[in-house]
């Protein structure tokens, strides 16, 4: 091996391993900022529905539900640098609608809880351009039954439909998947959208 093999060699291979590892650097950061996010989302908006239950009843969460939802999102999606929000496969409110994408995350995700996922599956990817997307599932649980279960109390179903015309987000059981918590980050100096 001559001198100039030898220094290619030892300049190539470190600068091969920089790129990868501040690939993967920015990977791990955005997986780690991604779960806080979600989870903040969940906590905050968990806090904001039991206060409106316990205060005012199911009625009135929806109302409290339909108007604090997105700007909480909005806040928490501003604090992220990336856009943090809830979708599903079947949405109450229409702006929360997948892509195809997104869809067919949810189909694996409702497979793995299917077959008996010890914790709510989780997906991140990171594409050619450099933006990425976190998704982690959402578990109905008892709290959730009351309105998107399939016994809908009359007075409940109407305020519901008064709100959402389009309401595809009911008869769910306890277990089921109920949708997922998204994030998504721009590609390098793109805007959040
Ligand atoms: C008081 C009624 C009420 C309860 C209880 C409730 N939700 Fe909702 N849920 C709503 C309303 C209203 C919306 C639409 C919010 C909006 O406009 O973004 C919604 C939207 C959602 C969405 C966003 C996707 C979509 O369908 O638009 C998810 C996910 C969700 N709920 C999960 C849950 C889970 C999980 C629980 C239990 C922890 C729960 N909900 C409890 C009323 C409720």
Known sequence: MDAIT??????????????????????DERLALSRDAAAQLGQELTATLLTALGT??????????????????????????????????RVRNPENAPDDAARE??????????????????????????????????VLQPLCVTCHGSEIAPELATAIAGHYPADQATGFAVGDLRGAFIVEWPAPGAQIQ
Request: net charge negative.
């Open 6 to 27: 030898l220094m290619k060699r030892f300049t190539l291979f470190p600068m091969g391993l920089l790129v990868a590892l501040s690939a993967t650097a920015q990977e």
């Open 56 to 89: 005012d009843g199911p009625v009135e969460a929806i109302d409290v539900c339909s108007v604090e939802a997105s700007p909480i999102a909005e806040r928490l999606s501003e604090q992220a640098g990336a856009r943090v929000g809830r979708t599903a496969l």
């Open 105 to 138: 995350v949810m189909a694996a995700f409702a497979r793995d809880l299917a077959a008996g996922a010890p914790a709510p599956p989780e997906h991140f990817e990171t594409r050619p351009d450099g933006s990425a997307r976190y998704m982690s599932a959402i």
